[in-house]
């Protein structure tokens, strides 16, 4: 079953007047629910808990672990739900007995720091920004790049290359991006949450200790999601699309994306939005997909978490826009829904959600 884009974007927009919902209190270790995972949307999930926890008074742990970990430890049980940038195939799933479910669209987006360089102006294609992380181009003022910016001063300057230690989502949206986009980038580093890359680079565990990194190297480039980039005012790149355009990473390029895309309810919502079509998308956006076990175990806990995951989808697009992230159509919630109930089954194998 394909599911289309539905949702307008002035509908969308609108949702970004609303106030957002935000509560006083930490989220204590012993919460009701513990979930964890990709690093790009925490802070999404963190405030999306203040917020439950202020009108429903369950608490819910967030850990920024890395979609790898969230993958391993909800396929073990360590944790109530997962939450990955990285879609797993149905084979995938059904070997590690989970489900999954898109929740929302973001920007990965290649950040540096470059003095004299103006915020947001360098521009990059996706072959040059493949020829950095190759360690093809080492230098600020390469030709290549001097012939995408003719109106900068690119400095004499080596490259400092940062890039993910973990296994992140992250990584895997750009490797991702950069194999569809360059041919030497696909044959000899593929794509993945982790790759071999190449000796020298900086390492960086998690999209906060990738702005760090960012921040206290001059000559630096990375990638980050893109509330991480916004929140801490880091340097942000312009991309060429495969349309020819230059696109900034902004709300508007990630909802082309969203709008353009098809959801397959019959291949567990499989969905990469990377190197898209569309004359104003942004190349790289990475989908945030929620992990649940097909059998839960705990009736009562299991009923808590599917509350709250409801309550996600269906009353809190406005944070999700506060924060740089672009809620899913409406059109997909009863697909959303109708495979909770015939995937998700308590011990006894009877469905957990009417």
């Known amino acids: 079953m394909v599911i289309m884009m539905k949702t307008k974007m002035q509908k969308t927009m609108l949702k970004l007047a609303i106030v957002m919902v935000m509560a006083t209190g930490q989220v204590c270790s012993a919460a009701d629910i513990a979930g964890g995972g990709a690093t790009a949307p925490a802070p999404l999930f963190a405030k999306w808990a203040e917020a439950y926890q202020a009108s429903a008074g369950v608490s819910i742990q967030y850990q920024p672990l890395g979609s790898g970990e969230a993958i391993d430890q909800t396929s073990n049980k360590t944790l109530d739900f997962g939450v990955s940038d990285v879609p797993l195939k149905p084979e995938e799933l059904e070997k590690r007995g989970l489900v999954q479910f898109p929740v929302v669209v973001t920007g990965l987006v290649p950040v540096i720091h470059l003095e004299g360089i103006p915020a947001d102006s360098l521009k990059l294609d996706g072959m040059t920004l493949a020829d950095i992380y190759l360690g093809k181009i080492t230098k600020w003022n390469d030709p290549a790049l001097v012939a995408l910016n003719p109106d900068l001063k690119l400095p004499n300057l080596a490259i400092a290359v940062v890039h993910r230690s973990d296994a992140a989502g992250s990584s895997f949206v750009f490797t991702n991006y950069l194999s569809k986009v360059s041919p030497a980038w696909k044959t000899s580093m593929g794509e993945g949450m982790t790759v071999a890359w190449k000796a020298g680079q900086i390492e960086a565990k998690g999209n906060e200790n990738m702005m760090k990194a960012i921040q206290q190297t001059q000559g630096a480039i990375a990638y980050v999601g893109y509330s991480y ?30 709008m353009g895309a098809e959801w397959r309810a019959d291949s567990n919502f499989y969905t990469v939005l990377t190197d898209e ?37 269906h009353d809190n697009n406005d944070i999700a826009l506060q924060l740089g992230f672009i809620p899913l159509p409406d059109s997909l919630d009863e697909h959303i829904e109708l495979a909770w109930k015939t995937q998700l089954k308590d011990s006894s194998g009877k469905p957990i959600w009417h």
Request: avoid cysteine; glycine fraction near 2%.
């Open 229 to 258: 980039a916004m929140s801490n005012k880091l340097s942000l790149v312009q991309l060429k699309n495969q349309a020819g355009q230059f696109v900034k990473p902004e709300d508007y390029a990630f909802q082309v994306a969203v």
């Open 277 to 313: 079509a569309a004359k104003d998308v942004w190349p790289m956006n990475a989908v945030t997909f929620i992990l649940l076990r097909k059998v839960q175990e705990n009736a009562e806990k299991s009923s808590k978490l599917l509350k709250f995951i409801d309550w996600i989808y």
